[in-house]
């Protein structure tokens, strides 16, 4: 939502929900169950029953997300980000062993970014298998707030580190198609 609809929302006394959890929680209260079968929209126990579909429906989606997420980290992105790695720490290694008379700060800070993200992105990658790993699967109801929760975040996270690999991995090591060639700037 807008800032702007959450501040009308409240002016109305209408609920704000920012997560699908939280808005698929509130169906089978009584009110809700009351209004959709006054309305011969659904009876209380369609409507129950449609919450727990949605919910099963949305934890599945998301566990399939984030171990397809998990596994193209794992697969792809992290073995191409360590080919760039090792292609730019040989050439500093075979400037310094040449005793190149130029500093060479600026590649040793590049490899240091490289570095760094890809140890940032397999921090995302273990807290995302271990989100997947502990999803509640004796509750739906509690299963889709874990997935909003933890699996969700440690997706961002994955993403966010993924992202930044993919803008300074060499275009021929990278594995997948890049946002600038899906957007046809190349």
């Not at 009351?34 to 009876?43: G, N, P």
């Not at 999803?135 to 966010?160: L, Q």
Request: glycine fraction near 2%; charge should be negative.
């Amino acid at each position: 939502y807008s800032e702007e609809w959450v501040v009308e929302a409240k002016k109305r006394g209408l609920p704000v929900f920012t997560t699908t959890p939280e808005a698929l929680s509130i169906l089978p209260l009584e009110k809700n169950c009351k209004l959709f079968a006054e309305m011969s929209v659904m009876s209380n126990n369609e409507l129950i029953s449609r919450q727990h579909i949605l919910v099963e429906q949305y934890n599945k989606e998301l566990t399939i997300e984030g171990r397809t997420l998990l596994n193209i980290a794992k697969t792809a992105i992290a073995p191409a980000a360590m080919a760039y790695q090792k292609r730019v720490a040989d050439v500093i290694s075979s400037s310094l062993a040449a005793s190149v008379k130029v500093p060479i700060t600026r590649q040793q800070e590049h490899l240091m970014e490289i570095a760094t993200s890809i140890e940032n992105l397999f921090e995302g990658i273990t807290h995302l298998a271990e989100a997947l790993k502990t999803i509640p699967h004796d509750d739906e109801d509690k299963a889709s707030f874990h997935m909003h929760a933890k699996v969700v975040s440690s997706m961002s996270e994955v993403r966010k580190h993924s992202d930044h690999l993919e803008t300074i991995v060499d275009d021929d090591l990278w594995p997948l198609c890049k946002f600038s060639e899906m957007l046809f700037l190349r």
